[in-house]
């Protein structure tokens, strides 16, 4: 962002996920899973003081997947990671990718 601040903001699409995330039990004893959430989102970005100028709003071209290993479900602050990037696109020309996410570690549940 530049020195006058601003701000991104992610909002989940479906606010329960996609109905294509999943949770495998992969080994019973301890207890591991793998869960794999599917989510679309919007990210708007304000930078105030530019211009006058709206905030750029992008939406995932494809859905975010987001995979973890887990010991148990719900997580306790267990980090997810992508599978594969991110394209982020205009929704009123989606396409043209205006920008990729490349990492997006996430910890999920717990402190």
Known sequence: ???GGGTVTIEQN???GDAQSTLCLT???PPRYEHRQI???TMTIDQPGK???EPLVLTTKKPMILGGQLT???PRGDLYTLEQPVELVDPDNPD???AVIQKFPVKAGGL
């Open 96 to 98: 043209n990718v205006l």
């Open 14 to 16: 479906e606010v329960d």
């Open 51 to 53: 211009d006058g100028s």
């Open 72 to 74: 148990q479900f719900p």
């Open 1 to 3: 962002m530049n020195d």
């Open 27 to 29: 080994q019973q004893n």
């Open 39 to 41: 989510l679309s989102f």
